[in-house]
């Protein structure tokens, strides 16, 4: 019978978390519960040309996951089954916060034809946190409740904006105090915590438990700070992957927003590194 090395019969996050440290972060022992994923905005224009080609070539490079960001002119249902036809799973649809507010049934009724119970608010404008991330908040939990009602989780995707000073704090801060953890779920970021002068490692541990999807993308050592391939910039992975396994995240979603070369190299390149760190697909 398999079990943690501490005797307990079960998954044990703290052991995960020792064994990377005992091993510099190169190995991860096999059960490993955080994915790798991929978002598909990075894919878009491939997609866009041919999108069930460019699916089968993300599939046999090894990818099992993908969120999702649009269809590409196809119908949802067609999507999905081809999908599942390639053994790809569709997590957490990216949508706009009108769709959320004016059309939750839509929003439910694509969660469930994708098979997923996760749905993603990926961007705000300033229509909605310029008099206050807390008022922005309240509106969050009013969507999250709506979502809860008809059994889909609510994600906030952040960018760098969240992070301009307010005081002595800031307003992915004042956001996170005053978001209800029963109805708003965080998908972090990682790339734009750091470009907005945060510490991806603090914020996984102060919303542990609330943060089940992470964006997964590299910064260069320039003075753009341009984006790079995961492990190939200045994050700090080694100490950002067993936190984010020990605080609970379950996807490891890699992402390009603006990849220089073709975008399936590119997605391959920070899947290789991953799974040089110990994880899977």
Known sequence: MFGAPCGQ????????TMGLSALGGVLLFYWAPMKIAV????????LQNDTY???RRLTDIGFKTAELAGTYGKPPEEFATKCREFGLKIISPHLGIDQFEQHPDDVKKLCDTMGTDMAVLPHVGKDVYGDGWDKAAKRFNKIGAAMKDRGIRFFYHNHSFEFEKIGDTTGYDILWDNADPALVWCEM???WVKYGGGDPVHYLKKLKGRVKNTHFK???ATEDRRFEDVGYGILDWKTIIPTAISEGVDYA???QDDPPGDPLEHVARSRDYLISQGLSD
Do not use: G, K, S
Request: net charge negative; with cysteine; glycine share 0%.
């Open 218 to 220: 590299d910064m260069a």
């Open 39 to 46: 978002q598909l905005y990075t894919l878009r224009n491939l």
């Open 189 to 191: 970021d990682l790339y």
């Open 253 to 255: 979603i890699i992402e």
């Open 53 to 55: 080609t460019t699916l």
């Open 9 to 16: 019969p079960f998954v044990c996050p703290h052991c995960i």
